[in-house]
């Protein structure tokens, strides 16, 4: 038996790792802490609320390290972080003070409550981008060249948690992975988007780089990665999660729009963000060599899957949707960020 405190427990991955968790390891205790910014919902974990200890803070909080010694905290596994690219156009300091400085203060209230293993969600945008022409792979020695805001507050983290590691000797693994899919994602992000936009009979907003590509993998089975890691990762090291499998926005867009039923003519053109990525691509080779993971859900039927749920879950959803400060499509202009 044994105390897992899962950060941004109440956001899309993080509430199904909550879940998997549980259902693997039903003896221990699960401290699930989440801020409940727009994109976090308690209703992620409804199904799962009573056999979680849910703490309502941010991860720098004082919260959150009483949370750990109250409750005997012996893996940290952060999810926890600002991750809408448009948003970070608009508000680059609210993702470093998130993703850089919380990330830093809860490192330090692990090194001093006697966390023994610290788990670090990163992502691929981390290396920048690859070119569409290319056959090149990310792999875990790869330069950081982040191009974003937030591709630059996940590496600034990525780089807190390797230094305490190797100033503190906090035991650290971080994995990187690709975009996610999967239910109870939060209506900003593509898949979502498009799906609920479909459903409503609006246009589907595609940028006009409509051929960038992303890998793609199914949350289930990055939750299974993480658990790998967390079991028979080597302290220090950093894995890559990835499928191999490639689409672009508007191959999304046209699957959306096949599952349903509906015409190509939903799909509009919208203008590029500023600094839109061209490609991400994981060699994911080291944890299937060292840890005998792989994925299990097959691209097509795992999308198709997401999208009937959405369609079912419409009283999930709709109430979300208005909660998102930013909309795809619309002018990169706002005020400088706040102190």
């Known amino acids: 038996m044994a105390s897992i405190m899962v950060t941004g427990a109440a956001g899309f991955i993080g509430s199904h790792f909550v879940r998997y968790w549980l259902e693997n390891n039903p003896a221990d205790t699960v401290v699930a802490l989440d801020a409940l910014t727009y994109a976090g919902t308690e209703s992620n974990l409804a199904d799962v609320r009573p056999g979680v200890v849910f703490v309502h803070a941010g991860i720098g909080s004082q919260e959150a390290r009483k949370a750990l010694v109250e409750h005997g905290v012996t893996t940290v596994v952060n999810f926890a972080a600002e991750s809408h690219n448009s948003l970070a156009v608009l508000d680059p300091g609210r993702f470093f003070r998130t ?3 919380e990330t830093q203060e809860l490192l330090e209230s692990c090194r001093h409550s006697g966390v023994e293993r610290f788990h670090h969600i990163s992502t691929c945008e981390v290396y920048g981008d690859l070119a569409l022409d290319s056959d090149e792979m990310f ?5 950081y060249r982040p191009r974003t805001p ?5 590496a600034g983290a990525d780089h807190a948690v390797r230094s305490y590691h190797e100033t503190f000797g906090l035991p650290v693994t971080i994995t990187n992975c690709a975009n996610n899919y999967g239910s109870h994602q939060f209506p900003e992000k593509v898949l979502p988007l498009f799906t609920t936009r479909a459903l409503d009979g609006e246009p589907l907003p595609v940028y006009e780089s409509s051929d ?13 990665a993480i658990a790998a890691v967390l079991d ?3 302290i220090g090291d950093t894995y890559h999660v990835g499928t191999g499998v490639e689409a672009s926005v508007r191959e999304l867009a046209d ?3 096949d599952e349903l039923g509906l015409p190509s003519s939903l799909k509009r053109t919208v203008p590029d963000r500023p600094g839109h990525d061209r490609r991400y691509l994981l060699d994911s080779e080291k944890i299937r060599r060292e840890l005998g993971w792989s994925p299990r859900i097959p691209f097509d039927e795992g999308v198709r899957d997401t999208i009937r749920w959405y369609a079912a879950n419409r009283s999930w959803w709709e109430p979300l949707r ?4 930013v909309t795809e499509g619309a002018p990169a202009t706002a005020p400088a ?3």
């Open 255 to 257: 699957l959306v729009l």
């Open 232 to 234: 028979g990762g080597r």
């Open 337 to 339: 960020s706040t102190p």
């Open 99 to 101: 993703n850089v400085l």
């Open 212 to 224: 960038n590509r992303r890998e793609w993998i199914h949350v289930l089975d990055h939750c299974r």
């Open 322 to 325: 208005g909660r998102s400060p």
């Open 150 to 154: 937030y591709n630059a507050s996940k």
């Open 139 to 143: 792999t875990e020695d790869s330069p």
